[in-house]
């Protein structure tokens, strides 16, 4: 059974950083591309970025390019999203997903399994 749990969500001042977990366990992490989305209150889901099975590639969606970096570390099963530059408008509920497959994908619908989610609230 695949299980995700996210962590490391908080309130922070625009121009902060904060860096988000997400730990993953039931079944050969490094098999499997992960991504992050996030949902703000009365939007739907967006993709942030995504990280193929090996960590070898990369996306991000262009509002967080330059500004988020997304790794894995497949020896301990975990995904990272380190935000920097945080906006307002970055507020969300932060989700990591898994794919049963190794490479990468931009839309929700290409994930099978998903967190419950971390929330991140940018002041201004």
């Known amino acids: 059974q695949v299980q995700l749990v996210e962590s490391g969500g908080g309130l922070v001042q625009a121009g902060g950083s904060l860096r988000l977990s997400c730990a993953a366990s039931g079944r050969t992490f490094s098999y499997y591309a992960m991504g992050w989305f996030r949902q703000a209150p009365g939007k739907e889901r967006e993709f942030v970025a995504a990280?193929?099975?090996?960590?070898?590639?990369?996306t991000y969606a262009d509002s967080v390019k330059g500004r988020f970096t997304i790794s894995r570390d497949n020896a301990k099963g975990m995904l990272y999203l380190q935000m920097s530059s945080l906006k307002p408008e970055d507020t969300a509920v932060y989700s990591c997903?898994?794919?049963?497959?190794?490479?990468?994908?931009?839309?929700?619908?290409?994930?099978?399994?998903w967190g419950q989610g971390t929330q991140v609230t940018v002041s201004s």
């Open positions: 997903a898994q794919r049963n497959a190794f490479v990468i994908s931009t839309t929700d619908a290409g994930y099978s399994y």
């Open positions: 990280i193929s099975g090996n960590g070898g590639t990369t």
